[in-house]
């Protein structure tokens, strides 16, 4: 059985993070358009020449561009079993694009939007913290998640920088910018029960844990690992 996830949240949630963990709970795609975006503008496609001065100033990408990105994605072979969105649908023309290509609003769509919540202060406060491989895309937090050396990627040893939409200032901007473009996609959500929300704030195993549940009991699956942890065997 499918099964189709989509991730909202403020930059900082731990969103990505959460979401390449379900998805690999599931063994389906973590589709991040962010990640697509940065990964094309690194390898300079025309995509990503289109999308670079939006990302980096912290827009957003016009909506055609990101819809037909992710028509794409989600049509590939390896999407079929399901897959996991993460910084997509970020507006209401986009989730109404969403929700056509998935069942052309009838039947089956996604399972459930998982929202993670998280004030203000924290998301400034961990981006700042944030540093990210100006090769590989690998992120870092300079207190929780800290490179073996300092300055440099474990992963490839290309060097660590601040994106530069991670700038305390741009940072503020894209808060203001997240509130106001979800709460729509929040409503649009909520109207159809489909909105679920964890709260982002804890260590990020808790987190985990709770999306999975949510997760889990939305797709009718239980998992050996999980029954044995929890208290109760109903
Ligand atoms: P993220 O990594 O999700 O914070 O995305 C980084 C940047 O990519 C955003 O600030 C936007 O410029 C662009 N982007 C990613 N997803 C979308 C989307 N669904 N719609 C428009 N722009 C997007």
Same mark, same amino acid.
């Given at each position: 059985?499918?099964?189709?996830?989509?991730? &909202?949240?403020?930059?900082?949630?731990?969103?990505?993070?959460?979401?390449? &963990?379900?998805?690999?709970? &599931?063994?389906?795609?973590?589709?991040?358009?962010?990640?697509?975006?940065?990964?094309?503008?690194?390898?300079?496609?025309?995509?990503?020449?289109?999308?670079?001065?939006?990302?980096?100033?912290?827009?957003?990408?016009?909506?055609?561009?990101?819809?037909?990105?992710?028509?794409?994605?989600?049509?590939?072979?390896?999407?079929?079993?399901?897959?996991?969105?993460?910084?997509?649908?970020?507006?209401?023309?986009?989730?109404?694009?969403?929700?056509?290509?998935?069942?052309?609003?009838?039947?089956?769509?996604?399972?459930?939007?998982?929202?993670?919540?998280?004030?203000?202060?924290?998301?400034?406060?961990?981006?700042?913290?944030?540093?990210?491989?100006?090769?590989?895309?690998?992120?870092?937090?300079?207190?929780?998640?800290?490179?073996?050396?300092?300055?440099?990627?474990?992963?490839?040893?290309?060097?660590?920088?601040?994106?530069?939409?991670?700038?305390?200032?741009?940072?503020?901007?894209?808060?203001?910018?997240?509130?106001?473009?979800?709460?729509?996609?929040?409503?649009?959500?909520?109207?159809?029960?489909?909105?679920?929300?964890?709260?982002?704030?804890?260590?990020?195993?808790?987190?985990?844990?709770?999306?999975?549940?949510?997760?889990?009991?939305?797709?009718?699956?239980?998992?050996?690992?999980?029954?044995?942890?929890?208290?109760?065997?109903?």
């Amino acid at each position: 059985m499918a099964a189709r996830f989509v991730f &909202l949240g403020p930059p900082g949630s731990g969103k990505g993070t959460q979401a390449a &963990l379900l998805a690999d709970h &599931l063994g389906v795609p973590h589709i991040s358009t962010g990640d697509i975006f940065r990964s094309e503008m690194r390898s300079g496609s025309e995509l990503g020449a289109k999308a670079r001065g939006y990302v980096e100033s912290g827009g957003l990408v016009p909506d055609d561009l990101v819809i037909e990105m992710v028509r794409t994605r989600i049509s590939a072979a390896d999407a079929r079993a399901g897959f996991v969105l993460d910084g997509f649908p970020r507006t209401a023309e986009q989730a109404v694009s969403l929700e056509r290509m998935l069942s052309g609003g009838k039947g089956r769509g996604l399972d459930a939007v998982i929202i993670l919540e998280l004030v203000d202060e924290t998301v400034v406060a961990r981006l700042s913290r944030r540093w990210t491989c100006s090769d590989c895309g690998m992120n870092y937090n300079l207190e929780s998640q800290p490179p073996e050396r300092e300055g440099f990627c474990d992963a490839c040893g290309g060097r660590l920088a601040r994106r530069s939409d991670d700038e305390p200032a741009t940072i503020r901007d894209r808060l203001s910018k997240y509130r106001e473009e979800t709460q729509p996609l929040i409503d649009f959500y909520r109207a159809r029960s489909l909105a679920v929300s964890v709260s982002a704030s804890g260590p990020i195993e808790q987190i985990r844990d709770e999306v999975r549940r949510v997760a889990n009991d939305k797709i009718g699956r239980r998992d050996t690992e999980d029954a044995s942890s929890r208290t109760h065997s109903g």
